[in-house]
T-cell receptor, first 112, second 115 residues
Framework: GDSVTQMEGPVTLSEEAFLTINCTYT??????LFWYVQYPGEGLQLLLK?????DKGSNKGFEATYRKETTSFHLEKGSVQVSDSAVYFC???????????FGKGNQVVVIP | KAGVTQTPRYLIKTRGQQVTLSCSPI?????VSWYQQTPGQGLQFLFE???????NKGNFPGRFSGRQFSNSRSEMNVSTLELGDSALYLC??????????????FGEGSRLTVL
């Protein structure tokens, strides 16, 4: 079935460091890909999305490129802030609907 | 604009009981999806409703059911509760226009504890 794999474990880094969170997927057809973020005490929010190969989604300084050849959608940010501390989830929609398959999420902690 | 509202936020039940959770979507949103979040399994899709019809269903037993009303509000029900049903249940609403597929707006969830 359709699935998303995120790198294991929390990510701890210093302010202004470069952030990468890896995401790979398995799906039939051509899924849409998403990154959702959950800030402490809040519900999940859509951070960015890409709907076809080579699309780049971007928002709030975060970027991710839909790579069909490597079935990946890695999240990157060049200079993180303390306010970026949150849990980040990679997700896909394989059939053009709202049935999303989520990765397990990565806790990101940014230290001042 | 009010966000997605879920009630109750917290509840405790015992095995064998049933529970009903409620979700009010963002005004104008006609699609409502439900997800279960647990530390072990992560986020798993339960079902999606649109215009009072169930459009998709995840791989959960028949004890999990839902419905949607004409005002787009949705409820989900879990009968004969088991310990493993302890989880955060998330509701998400969507405009469900073609270009917005997958763009979900989540509530803060209802945390169910089964004793």
């Amino acid at each position: 079935g359709d699935s998303v794999t995120q790198m294991e474990g929390p990510v701890t880094l210093s302010e202004e460091a470069f952030l990468t969170i890896n995401c790979t997927y398995t799906a039939t057809g051509y899924p849409s890909l998403f990154w959702y973020v959950q800030y402490p005490g809040e519900g999940l929010q859509l951070l960015l999305k890409a709907t076809k190969a080579d699309d780049k989604g971007s928002n709030k300084g975060f970027e991710a490129t839909y790579r069909k050849e490597t079935t990946s959608f890695h999240l990157e940010k060049g200079s993180v802030q303390v306010s970026d501390s949150a849990v980040y989830f990679c997700a896909l929609s394989a059939y053009g609907n709202n049935r999303l398959a989520f990765g397990k999420g990565n806790q990101v902690v940014v230290i001042p | 604009k009010a966000g997605v509202t879920q009630t109750p936020r917290y509840l405790i039940k015992t095995r064998g009981q049933q529970v009903t959770l409620s979700c009010s979507p963002i005004s104008g949103h006609r699609s409502v999806s439900w997800y279960q979040q647990t530390p072990g399994q992560g986020l798993q899709f339960l079902f999606e409703y649109f215009s009072e019809t169930q459009r998709n269903k995840g791989n959960f037993p028949g004890r999990f059911s839902g419905r949607q009303f004409s005002n787009s509000r949705s409820e989900m029900n879990v009968s004969t509760l088991e310990l493993g049903d302890s989880a955060l249940y998330l509701c998400a609403s969507s405009l469900q226009a073609g270009g917005n597929t997958g763009e979900l707006f989540f509530g803060e969830g209802s945390r169910l504890t089964v004793l």
